[in-house]
């Protein structure tokens, strides 16, 4: 008695998840979830998931207290196979309505998810209080019984067509990867192929006509070829409001930022010189000294911020140079020498010293 009423309840639980799962899923005709709302999908899933394991438990229950014994002599295990596959068939439609796989969902939802099911709850619950040889000789069991093997023969049938779907979609995936990579390491191998100008040229004209100027100069501190830095400058030059940009980027806090600034305008065509450039270059010798006196580790490289501070140096009084007898700019050089002079004795203080000589 015991055994039936756990049964009993088992099953009928089952039935309340599946008709939870018929509701959420309008039916299985429904608008499945999209986006954050999606999220929500895994209620009908688990739903599915706890009425398989229930009509399992209740027909364990049932073969334990002998109460599918009319089935016969291996009826117990047929009956659970049976539940299995049913069970397997409303979950295995629910997941062909989240997965929106046709028009084919709803009529089969119905079947797998709503008929057979409660037909197989209605045989459970009969089975556990009703006498077996009355159930045998019942008309409407076979009818039942049909329904059910039916199916679980549904469930099987969409979990192979699953299975080969979800290969071939694998097998999709993979050729369209190695697809991907192959047309990755053709395009690797072109650019390979070409000059160090002719893939920046290729690089550029990706590029904004608004792009600023530092995404050009920041690489010129690096060691580049003549060919490549003038054509990177060249491209600079075309910078809209370069003397603005200029000004903003050789006395930027980024060390990296300011030797790129510097190099370009060390580099540039003694035709594109203006005297503004003068002016900016002697602020960036101001913002160097003033940081090398608040940090006097500022003189160690920094792979990142200052590769090579000494080059930073150099380059600023290169620059200068190309400015002869600038006031200002002596003065600024003069003050970033006073800075330097002002350090703790060490071998890169004495480099940097000699890379900054008095003007």
């Given at each position: 008695m015991f055994l039936s009423l756990l049964a009993t309840a088992a099953a009928l639980l089952a039935g309340l998840l599946l008709l939870a799962n018929l509701l959420m899923s309008g039916a299985y005709a429904g608008r499945v979830p999209s986006g954050d709302a999606a999220m929500g999908l895994v209620v009908p899933f688990f739903c599915a998931v706890g009425a398989v394991i229930l009509l399992l438990?209740?027909?364990?229950?049932?073969?334990a207290n002998g109460r599918l014994d009319w089935l016969g002599a291996r009826g117990g295990w047929l009956a659970m196979a049976v539940m299995l596959g049913?069970?397997?068939?409303?979950?295995?439609?629910?997941?062909?309505?989240?997965?929106?796989?046709?028009?084919?969902?709803?009529?089969?939802?119905?079947?797998?998810?709503?008929?057979?099911?409660?037909?197989?709850?209605?045989?459970?619950?009969?089975?556990?209080?009703?006498?077996?040889?009355?159930?045998?000789?019942?008309?409407?069991?076979?009818?039942?019984l049909i329904v059910l093997?039916?199916?679980?023969?549904?469930?099987?049938?969409?979990?192979?067509?699953?299975?080969?779907?979800?290969?071939?979609?694998?097998?999709?995936?993979?050729a369209r990867a190695r697809a991907e990579q192959a047309q990755r390491d053709s395009e690797s191998a072109r650019r390979d192929a070409l000059s160090p100008v002719e893939r920046l040229r290729e690089d550029y004209a990706r590029f904004s006509p608004t792009t600023p100027l530092w995404v050009f100069i920041a690489g010129l501190p690096d060691p580049t070829e003549a060919d490549v830095r003038d054509f990177i400058i060249a491209r600079a030059l075309q910078v809209p409001e370069l003397d603005a940009d200029l000004a903003a980027t050789i006395t930027d806090a980024h060390p990296r930022y300011r030797h790129g600034a510097s190099e370009f305008v060390r580099y540039a065509p003694a035709t594109a010189l203006k005297p503004a450039w003068a002016v900016a270059v002697a602020a960036s010798m101001r913002v160097t000294a003033a940081q090398?006196?608040?940090?006097?580790?500022?003189?160690?490289?920094?792979?990142?911020?200052?590769?090579?501070?000494?080059?930073?140096?150099?380059?600023?009084?290169?620059?200068?140079?190309?400015?002869?007898?600038?006031?200002?700019?002596?003065?600024?050089?003069?003050?970033?020498?006073?800075?330097?002079?002002?350090l703790p004795t060490s071998p890169q203080r004495e480099r940097a010293l000699a890379a900054v000589p008095a003007p």
């Open positions: 438990v209740a027909t364990g229950l049932l073969i049913v069970g397997l068939a409303a979950g295995a439609v629910l997941v062909a309505w989240m997965e929106r796989m046709g028009v084919w969902v709803t009529p089969l939802g119905w079947f797998c998810g709503v008929i057979a099911p409660m037909s197989a709850i209605v045989l459970l619950v009969a089975s556990a209080w009703r006498d077996g040889a009355t159930l045998q000789s019942a008309g409407w069991v076979r009818g039942v093997v039916l199916s679980a023969l549904c469930g099987l049938a969409m979990g192979l067509w699953g299975g080969v779907r979800q290969w071939q979609q694998s097998a999709e995936n993979a090398i006196a608040s940090n006097p580790e500022w003189l160690q490289p920094d792979d990142f911020a200052n590769p090579d501070p000494v080059a930073h140096l150099a380059s600023l009084v290169a620059t200068a140079a190309r400015f002869p007898g600038h006031a200002d700019l002596q003065a600024a050089q003069s003050e970033l020498r006073a800075v330097l002079s002002h």
